[in-house]
């Protein structure tokens, strides 16, 4: 029985074969290779050469080879899916031979049936294997409440804290002075402050005693803390709208971050807000404070780069009032680059809201960074001597296993904490909760 198999016409490897071999061939019978060989043997390193030639000679053809076999072999492989009986191969057309599989016997092709021959169906090409779908990954899961985004953002300070005051009872089981000196160190490294932890210490010595366990000792500390974040706001709310809140803080702390944060609470609450770009010397900062401003849905007034931040402060003063804004909140710099102190420049920008709106403005919330540690103190020490702070907003509680800088900043400065950062998105930034943040820090 003959079968039809079709001959392709040669490629590039295969020729290119025959020529190096038929060129070898010649070079053999008339004796060029040996007279070569004489004549490289008397260059140095003759022998190197000839046998790297000869590794390079021996490898192209290998690899030509390899690739003829290959292309050969996938055309043999039958396309999956397909049925045993094979459907009616096409015609052969010029360059194709007939050739007879072994072992059957030839048969005489019948001749053709007048009119035109039908058309070969063609060769069913194999369907591709759809590739995997890879399944998004899901997001990692956020805390939904208030409390539990709380403890997660204060997850390290309350590894290093709670667990060594924990350590304490485990191995001695009572208040002496070694157990006295473990609760020190702990308080200190989760930044406390010296001045808190030696009033605390001193209060867990007198009331020794009474402590008998590590739930006796961890109550105690929780609620000498709450005591000390008994703070009352000093500031009263405008008796007219709008309510002007002016953020300061160093470059770096977040500042720009929490306005955009604060908008979006008062937002959430139904006020109008009204953004004043007042830092005009660090770059891209009112570009920054327009991002912010979109995705919480405020107004914004701003001025061309480097223009007097005091202007910028009015005219968005006049405009919430003019626009009947509930909020105007200004964004202020945190280092200038000119020869003008900070806190002069900061002064200015009051001096120049108070022109258009008479005890404005209400709030001067200072922006602290949770991860400087005791630096923080130093910036609120500075700042609150300068232009008078009525709040603090402390951020990246998240990222710190110190945070215990808000206790020490409450207790050194004796003042309110109204807003904690313990996150990086919109809605992370939470009242401060003095209950709450106890309850979270154990």
Not at 96 to 125: D, I, K, R, V
Request: hydrophobic letters at 40%; a negative charge; glycine letters at 6%.
């Amino acid at each position: 029985m003959l079968t039809r198999k079709t001959v392709k016409v040669p490629d590039m490897p295969e020729p290119l074969i025959d020529i190096i071999e038929s060129l070898l061939n010649w070079l053999q019978e008339n004796a060029w290779i040996d007279y070569i060989c004489s004549l490289m043997r008397q260059w140095p390193r003759s022998e190197e050469i000839l046998a790297a030639a000869a590794v390079v000679l021996l490898l192209t053809l290998l690899i030509i080879r390899v690739r003829r076999r290959r292309k050969k072999a996938a055309g043999k492989q039958t396309a999956p899916g397909l049925q045993a009986e094979s459907p009616p191969k096409p015609e052969p057309e010029a360059g194709e031979l007939l050739e007879s599989e072994p072992g059957s016997e030839a048969e005489s092709e019948p001749e053709p049936t007048p009119g035109p021959a039908p058309e070969p169906e063609p060769w069913p090409e194999p369907e591709p294997e759809p590739e995997p779908e890879l399944e998004p990954e899901a997001p990692p899961a956020r805390p939904a409440g208030l409390m539990d985004r709380l403890k997660a953002g204060l997850g390290k300070t309350r590894k290093s804290l709670a667990n060594q005051i924990e350590g304490v009872f485990s191995e001695k089981g009572k208040i002496d002075s070694e157990a006295l000196e473990e609760i020190e160190e702990a308080l200190v490294t989760a930044d406390v402050g010296i001045e808190t932890t030696t009033a605390l210490i001193d209060k867990i010595s007198e009331n020794s005693s009474a402590i008998s366990s590590v739930q006796d000792l961890r109550a105690f500390i929780k609620q000498e803390m709450i005591k000390v974040f008994d703070q009352k706001p000093s500031f009263e709310p405008a008796s007219e709208k709008p309510q002007v809140v002016m953020v300061v803080g160093v470059n770096g702390v977040g500042k720009t971050t929490t306005i955009g944060k604060l908008a979006h609470r008062y937002r959430e609450q139904g006020e109008k807000v009204l953004v004043g770009a007042s830092d005009t010397f660090r770059a891209a900062a009112v570009e920054q404070l327009e991002v912010w401003s979109k995705r919480a849905g405020a107004d914004i007034v701003s001025h061309r780069e480097n223009a007097d931040p005091a202007a910028v402060a009015y005219d968005a003063v006049q405009a919430g009032i003019s626009r009947g804004m509930d909020r105007v909140i200004i964004d202020t710099a945190g280092r200038l680059h000119t020869k003008t102190n900070l806190m002069e420049q900061l002064k200015k920008i009051k001096r120049s809201i108070a022109k258009k709106f008479p005890d404005a403005p209400h709030e001067v919330l200072l922006v602290l960074d949770a991860t400087t540690g005791q630096n923080a103190v130093s910036q609120a020490k500075m700042f609150h001597e300068g232009i008078g702070i009525t709040g603090l907003v402390l951020t990246k509680l998240d990222g710190t296993a110190k945070g215990g800088i808000v206790v020490a900043i409450c207790n050194t400065m004796k003042l309110p904490i109204s807003y904690i950062g313990v996150g990086e998105t919109i809605e992370d930034l939470q009242e401060f909760d003095p209950e709450r943040f106890v309850e979270a820090l154990f």
